[in-house]
């Protein structure tokens, strides 16, 4: 055996043992060792190992499971749309023929062309929403309405984005953006008018789906009365939401088999009578007989359109569900699966339609045959059911991400899944949805209603989506604006024909949505308001740095063994409730750490990037400043996990201060590899001894082991080995210290503040801040709910 050959069959050894650990993981650690320099046999073998891990398999297996999370909604539409399209009876069989082709070419047009080859590429980093779509926008263009970002948090891995040139007309847009504050609150509330109409597809979509599955009782017993219906409807409706708190882990694995049954299903049905019927229906493939449907039913054909409307419904949940799948297996178990059974399904239904235009009201079930009838009422319960979970998940989701944003009273978020991260729970949010989705449910006691409301809800999410895309388009992915133009122009004329339809349709039903998000805009945007007024009045009020400096290392007060975790909304100085705690008590903790919570304009931030440390002061006030960064997606926990990993980062800053102290000709060094600046903040006041105070800038903290001075001249190593020895016993006594202090106790400070508008502001702002934004206020949990500090070591300061 020759040398090659051996080399062949180590490399295939190498590789059946990695595929035979598959489950934890192997790939990248075969990855990782086949990164080693190989010669170009040992490369090929590594190319045909990588093409086979990345086969069509794996893709068919993500693409079967998203069926079960993202197509649910979409793929239950065929319930009720010929209902809702043709309320009464149908005049002329050429009229199902236009209203079938106006499905098929607004699923083409809405659904695959729009959402599943353009709008999906455009998540932030595997997660959709408008929330996504917005904070993809935040970090290419500073339109963030509370400014309490950093220049460090751009240097997170998790915060890509691009730079402009100067005349480019992405730089040009980005520069009209940021020029008035007027714009940004503009798009502030395009957003949020958008995510309101999610939350009320939230409401909607399990209303309509599951009152649509349970009229099949009725079409075969026909003597049934009408509310019998709505009662099994709402005791299904409170099941659903009952058993949120499980959360879709559970009983996910069954979502997907489900759902790609109901296709199946609903496609051999369509099928089946279309052979049997009438195979004519096939001609709607012709965009000739959308023009015929117009100019044959007048203003009534236009109506029309809110239910045909209908037929893409789910499409934004479609979206903002996008967290767990590539793009590539949500595309391929549109094209493959959803999109050709949908268009069976519908077709089926028409030629159904055409030879019994009577039955237009139960149009699917009496489509069924007779043979299958409970089997596929079965089937489409469980398929109404997954469609509303999705929803409801969805709208956890985005409630999360607005709330993460600073757009949300602070509700409890419960994660269901150690899995998934994005699978949620929102308590007091499901109840409220419950008891919406029942009131709709009952109101309208028909479909009809229900379905104009939901048209109205799902037109505007999608003008919402296509304005945020445009400007995705031209900021992010810096598009020729012929493009961006001709992708705007197709959309709007498509989406603004079907709201000038729905606009009919708002005193049959249509005002409920509307309703419904403009109390949510209302709760949003003035808990926004009050938020951001908070945030300027601490930041104009926050206590100089002279003033700390003046009342010398006691902080002119009795130092108390322990540490005090003073929680502030302020990313820098010291908050004007320090100030009202020391003026007050007669006492203070020996250490001092200012603790910021905040989230920024991306998905996660990475465990190793989470905290940035500062000293505040010389070194024997024992003051520092914590920030805790965390993305949209990410929950933050208190706990002893989150109180370790503050303190585990609080000493490293302290030895990494102590190693750093030598270097004074080295500036930079290196962190994981990126090139960090270490910035000195000169704190050039005179503390009454004529010292000059100097504190490290905010500095991200990992492990010791990887930080490696980049810049290290002769001078500055001798300077570091000179005083080696004091920096190292300084570092230990200063360890030691803090050691004894967190032993003695910690003790969380959360500070109260009262907001109140001006007696000469203008009457709305007195009612929304006075009113609305202190009633949010008190019913909303406080911080110690939401930080889960313990009752024991928690002292509120107001």
């Known amino acids: 055996m020759n040398v090659q050959e051996e080399k062949d069959m180590e490399m295939t050894s190498r590789i059946e043992m990695d595929e035979d650990n598959d489950n934890r993981g192997s ?5 990782q060792k086949l990164d080693q320099p190989m010669d170009e046999e040992a490369g090929r073998l590594r190319n045909m ?84 779509l917005y904070s993809l926008l935040c970090r290419h263009a500073k339109i963030k309405t509370i400014p309490n970002q950093h220049r460090t948090d751009e240097e997170l891995t998790t915060y890509s984005r691009s730079t402009f040139h100067e005349q480019s007309f992405a730089a040009k847009t980005k520069r009209w953006l940021e020029r008035h504050v007027s714009r940004k609150n503009a798009l502030l509330i395009l957003v949020l008018v958008g995510t309101c109409m999610v939350i009320g597809d939230g409401i909607l979509t399990p209303a309509i789906s599951v009152l649509s599955a349970a009229g099949g009782i009725k079409v075969d017993h026909p003597g049934m009365s009408n509310g019998v219906v709505v009662v099994v409807a709402v005791v299904i409706l409170v099941g659903l939401f009952s058993m949120q708190h499980y959360g879709t882990d559970k009983v996910s694995w069954l979502f997907a088999p489900i759902v790609l049954v109901w296709f199946l299903v609903i496609g051999g049905i369509g099928i089946y009578n279309i052979w049997k019927y009438d195979s004519s229906v096939l001609k709607a493939f012709s965009p000739v007989y959308i023009y015929r449907y117009f100019r044959r039913g007048g203003k009534d054909g236009w109506t029309s359109l809110g239910g045909i409307m209908l037929s893409i419904t789910g499409t934004e949940a479609l979206f ?44 699917f079930y009496r489509s069924i045959p007779d043979s299958i009838y409970w089997p596929v009422f079965i089937i489409a319960t469980a398929a109404a059911i997954v469609a509303s979970q999705a929803t409801i998940t969805a709208t956890f989701s985005i409630i999360k991400q607005a709330l993460a944003l600073g757009c949300f009273p602070r509700v409890k978020v419960v994660h269901t899944s150690k ?116 945030y300027e009045f601490e930041m104009h009020s926050k206590v100089s740095m002279a003033w700390i400096l003046g009342l010398g290392p006691s902080l002119g007060l009795v130092r108390v063994p322990g540490i005090g975790l003073v929680y502030t909304e302020l990313a820098s100085g010291v908050p004007h409730i320090f100030s009202h705690f020391i003026t007050n008590l007669p006492a203070i903790h020996s250490v001092v750490v200012f603790v910021c919570v905040k989230y920024l304009p991306v998905y996660t931030v990475p465990e190793e990037e989470r905290f940035l ?44 201060e102590s190693m750093m102290e030598g270097c004074s000709d080295s500036d930079e060094y290196s962190l994981y590899g990126q090139q960090t600046e270490r910035s000195r903040e000169g704190l050039l006041n005179n503390n009454g001894n004529g010292n000059t105070i100097t504190s490290y800038a905010d500095t991200t903290i990992s492990s010791v082991d990887s930080i490696v001075p980049v810049k290290s001249p002769m001078q500055g190593s001798m300077t570091v080995r000179s005083s080696e020895h004091v920096s190292s016993q300084t570092e230990t006594d200063e360890l030691e210290f803090l050691n004894s202090c967190r032993d003695a106790g910690v003790v969380h400070i959360l500070g109260n503040t009262v907001v109140r508008a001006r007696r000469e502001s203008r009457f709305y702002k007195k009612i929304a801040i006075d009113y609305v934004y202190a009633f949010l206020r008190k019913i909303c949990r406080e911080h110690s709910v939401i930080f889960n500090v313990p009752h024991e070591s928690l002292l509120n300061v107001g």
């Not at 790939?27 to 990855?31: G, K, R």
């Not at 010389?618 to 370790?644: I, Q, S, W």
Request: one cysteine or more; aromatic letters at 14%; hydrophobic letters at 50%.
């Open 613 to 656: 440390v500062k000293r505040i002061g010389p070194k024997n006030f024992h003051m520092f400043r914590c920030v805790a960064r965390y993305g949209y997606k990410d929950l933050h926990k208190k706990d002893d996990e989150f109180e370790n990993k503050l303190f585990d980062s609080l000493f490293l800053f302290v030895r990494l």
């Open 320 to 363: 903002a569900d996008l967290s767990h799948f590539p793009v590539a297996a949500v595309q391929l178990a549109f094209t493959v699966v959803v999109f050709p059974c949908l268009l069976l399904a519908y077709s089926g239904q028409a030629a159904y339609l055409m030879s019994n235009r009577d039955h237009v009201v139960d149009a």
């Open 49 to 132: 190992y990588k093409e086979k891990k990345s086969s069509a398999l794996l893709l068919l297996r993500l693409a079967f499971q998203s069926l079960g999370v993202v197509y649910g909604d979409l793929g239950t539409s065929p319930l009720y749309v010929f209902y809702n399209t043709f309320p009464g009876k149908i005049e002329d069989p050429e009229d199902v023929v236009g209203a079938l082709s106006l499905i098929i070419y607004s699923l083409t047009l809405i659904p695959l062309l729009k959402y599943v080859f353009v709008v999906c590429k455009a998540n932030d980093n595997g997660q959709g929403g408008t929330f996504a």
């Open 419 to 534: 899995k998934f991260l994005g699978q949620i729970y929102v308590p007091d949010i499901n109840w409220i949805l419950m008891i919406l989705c029942i009131a709709v449910t009952a109101g309208f006691k028909n479909q009809n209603q229900i379905g104009n409301a939901y048209g109205t809800a799902v037109v505007i999410v999608m003008l919402v989506t296509t304005l945020l895309m445009t400007l995705i388009m031209i900021l992010v992915w810096r598009c020729h604006w012929i493009l961006v133009l001709l992708f705007t122009g197709l959309s709007l004329v498509v989406e603004c024909t079907y709201f000038s339809a729905v606009l009919f349709k708002v005193d049959q039903g249509g005002w409920v949505p509307l309703v419904i998000a403009a109390a949510f805009l209302l709760i949003m945007y003035v808990w926004h308001y009050g938020t951001l007024k908070r």
């Open 27 to 31: 790939m990248w650690d075969l990855d």
